[in-house]
């Protein structure tokens, strides 16, 4: 007799069981059923199940570990490899936590893990932006992924509404387009002069003109007194 | 560079540019239409962003698919056949039989033995009390096919979980036999699966009778 068995009869335990045998078989390049392992993240995202999220950890944390170790930015990052694996999972939790529905947009368990793996860059790349710019992740980022930073006043809801109001401030102080566009590549996006021309050939006659009209907007921005106190705010 | 320049490129740099989950998302085709139009549209102008959409698109396709064939749900036939049974609910016919052996005089090894058949395989499971610790058992474990002949056991591995947890792991020998050391004796039940190359068999909600 060989009746095909519903997913719903299986244990959490089973369905582990049956991931785990079913990964053996990919490894060794065989054809391999992934229902069992897709149904394991379907408990525990649908179901909560927090003994099948615990497997899916158990089971994928040697993966996780492999793509971390392999991620172009790690050897930089200056933090052990299991920081990056904990923060990879906690993202991909919170991001099904957050809209359980959003399963229903994976087709299957590759993508699935694509996503996982897409969790475990941002864990690291977000590190490193953290590090070599300390005010720069927005609030965006801390709000949706409630990840927590280490203290950082931009990284803050209230140093990230003064980032908000800071840009406000300036987009007030500057007079025309010219700096309007330089205070954008300058400040947000950290562009050279060479490069601001190269973006906006349109909108300057040559890279003097840039470094001009750059020099004359920063001069006003150091001495305007309203956006020196939202900077002191800042502190 | 001045001390406000500085702090002010400090808190401002990529205060609009979206998250690398949002990049990544974009590029899976994971956002929702406004969000996915907004991150186009600054993709357009933003050069960081483009470079980390060009690191999470080489990222993501490292050690792609060419390593391993893509997986498919294969046929009813290719699958490895799997069997699941609560003992708690069997189906009619499962269990074949039940025996209790008692313990011989002086002795604490008395034995409680169940024969299910589940599929084309007959699997009896004895626990015997542990003469040593009383608040321990052995199990102590036999498949074989229901018609005679033809399958080897030594391929085969017996695995205990308990609580979503696994508890050990045994070989089988060639004739199907198994036994696992001295297991905690608790209302928790344990579920036996029995796995070996061309089947499996799932036996839930396993308790000392």
């Known amino acids: 007799m060989n009746v095909e068995v519903s997913l719903a009869a299986f244990s959490v335990a089973g369905l582990a069981h049956r991931c785990r045998e079913e990964t053996e078989r990919f490894y060794r390049r065989l054809q391999v059923d992934e229902r069992y392992c897709f149904e394991l ?51 991909f939790w ?5 809209d359980p529905h959003k399963l229903d947009r994976f087709s299957g368990l590759k993508p699935l893990l694509q996503y996982l793996k897409l969790c475990a860059h941002s864990a690291i790349k977000e590190h490193v932006q953290r590090h070599m710019h300390p005010g720069q992740l927005s ?4 709000v949706r992924t409630g990840v927590p930073f280490t203290a950082d006043p931009a990284a ?23 700096e309007r566009i330089v205070a954008e590549a300058y400040l947000i996006h950290d562009m050279k002069p060479r490069e601001i021309f190269a973006w906006r050939e349109d909108a300057f006659s040559d890279i003097v ?8 907007f920063l ?10 106190a939202i900077l002191a705010g800042h502190v | 560079m001045d001390p406000t320049e500085r702090k002010l490129k400090e808190i401002l740099f990529r205060h609009f540019c979206p998250t690398q989950m949002d990049l990544g998302e974009y590029d899976l085709g994971l956002l929702d239409a406004p969000r996915r139009d907004q991150v186009a549209s600054h993709l357009q102008d933003c050069v960081h962003c483009q470079q980390d959409l060009v690191q999470i698109r080489t990222f993501l396709t490292q050690d792609g698919p060419a390593r391993a064939p893509d997986s498919v749900t ?6 490895v056949k799997v069997f699941v049974v609560n003992l708690l609910s069997p189906p009619p016919n499962v269990l074949v039989s039940s025996t209790f052996q008692p313990a011989l005089r002086g002795q604490e090894n008395e034995m409680h033995t169940q024969v299910y058949q589940v599929g084309p395989y007959l699997v009896a499971l004895s626990f015997q009390k542990n003469a040593t610790r009383l608040d321990h058992a052995y199990l102590l474990g036999d498949i074989s096919p229901v018609d005679e002949g033809g399958v080897e056991f030594q391929a085969w591995k017996a695995h205990l979980w308990q609580s979503d947890s696994p508890v050990a792991t045994v070989p089988l020998d060639a004739d199907g036999h198994f036994t696992f050391g001295s297991l905690p004796i608790t209302d928790t039940p344990y579920e036996l699966i029995l796995s070996g190359p061309d089947g499996e068999i799932h036996l839930q909600n396993l308790h000392r009778p």
């Not at chain 1, 570990?65 to 790690?74: G, M, Y």
């Not at chain 1, 803050?156 to 025309?176: H, P, S």
């Not at chain 1, 001069?219 to 020196?228: H, S």
Request: aromatic share 10%.
């Open chain 1, 41 to 91: 993240f379907r408990r525990a995202i649908r179901h909560r199940s927090e003994q099948a999220w615990n497997l899916i950890v158990r089971q994928y944390t040697h993966q996780v570990t492999a793509w971390i170790q392999r991620h172009e930015s790690f050897a930089g990052a200056d933090e052990a490899c299991d920081y990056f694996v904990n923060h990879a999972f906690a993202r």
């Open chain 1, 156 to 178: 803050t809801v209230d140093g990230q509404l003064g980032a908000e109001r800071l840009w406000q401030r300036v987009l007030e102080i500057v007079k025309t387009d010219q």
């Open chain 1, 94 to 98: 919170r991001a099904f936590n957050r």
């Open chain 1, 219 to 228: 001069t006003r921005l150091r001495r305007d007194a309203q956006l020196l």
């Open chain 1, 139 to 142: 609030l965006s980022e801390h």
């Open chain 2, 74 to 79: 294969p046929s009813l036939r290719e699958r």
């Open chain 1, 209 to 216: 003109q840039v470094r001009r009209v750059k020099d004359n």
